[in-house]
T-cell receptor, first 114, second 112 residues
Framework: EAGVTQFPSHSVIEKGQTVTLRCDPI?????LYWYRRVMGKEIKFLLH????????ESGMPNNRFLAERTGGTYSTLKVQPAELEDSGVYFC????????????FGPGTRLTVL | SQKIEQNSEALNIQEGKTATLTCNYT??????LQWYRQDPGRGPVFLLL?????KEKRKERLKVTFDTTLKQSLFHITASQPADSATYLC???????????FGKGTRLSVIA
């Protein structure tokens, strides 16, 4: 069974540009999560989808971040316009059920904003 | 606000010994606590879940304890091997539907 995949693995962009990250969860997993790790800090929750609906977006830092999950399959996270402080590793995870269940993480996308 | 501390950034241990990693939290206790392993360039991998009413959980060479009085979880790897070298993260869940809150992790190196 394929795991969670993320694309691209690395992205280097200039401040002010737009970047779109993609996550493909494990097939059949209704729950999809986005997290971010900024250099030197802990992994922080951004948001949680159940199918195509946003269940919890309390961790989204500001309105420059837009997450979508049309059709309830893959998800995209767009940053527009990117700022220097957006640099970090963005992880996606998926799970079969909500709650304290195992989350399966992708390898992450390393975003560098210059 | 809630703070999670994992004992140290890095821990070196001799092969065959037991590694003990600590996760301390402040304020209110979580309903669940998870431990993950992360290797360089990869995402975290789930290892164990322990509930607030459980004192201890085991899985092969791994053992996790949860002490709500001390506000602490201990993660033990017995008979450690160089392949156990990785960063170990603790993550708290305050209820079944709240987001995971991660600690910064402890980088464990098992020396042959």
């Amino acid at each position: 069974e394929a795991g969670v995949t993320q694309f691209p693995s690395h992205s280097v962009i200039e401040k002010g540009q737009t970047v779109t990250l993609r996550c493909d969860p494990i097939s059949g997993h209704d729950n999809l999560y986005w997290y971010r790790r900024v250099m030197g800090k802990e992994i922080k929750f951004l948001l949680h989808f159940v199918k195509e609906s946003k269940q919890d977006e309390s961790g989204m830092p500001n309105n420059r971040f837009l997450a979508e999950r049309t059709g309830g399959t893959y998800s995209t996270l767009k940053v527009q316009p990117a700022e220097l402080e957006d640099s970090g590793v963005y992880f996606c995870a998926s799970s079969l059920r909500q709650g304290p269940n195992e989350q399966f993480f992708g390898p992450g996308t390393r975003l560098t904003v210059l | 606000s809630q703070k999670i501390e994992q004992n140290s950034e890095a821990l070196n241990i001799q092969e065959g010994k037991t590694a003990t990693l600590t996760c301390n939290y402040t304020n209110y206790s979580p309903a669940y606590l998870q431990w993950y392993r992360q290797d360089p360039g990869r995402g975290p991998v789930f290892l164990l879940l322990i509930r607030e009413n459980e004192k201890e959980k085991r899985k092969e060479r791994l053992k996790v304890t949860f002490d709500t009085t001390l506000k602490q979880s201990l993660f033990h790897i017995t008979a450690s091997q160089p392949a156990d070298s990785a960063t170990y993260l603790c993550a708290l869940l305050y209820s079944g539907n709240t987001p995971l809150v991660f600690g910064k992790g402890t980088r464990l190196s098992v020396i042959a």
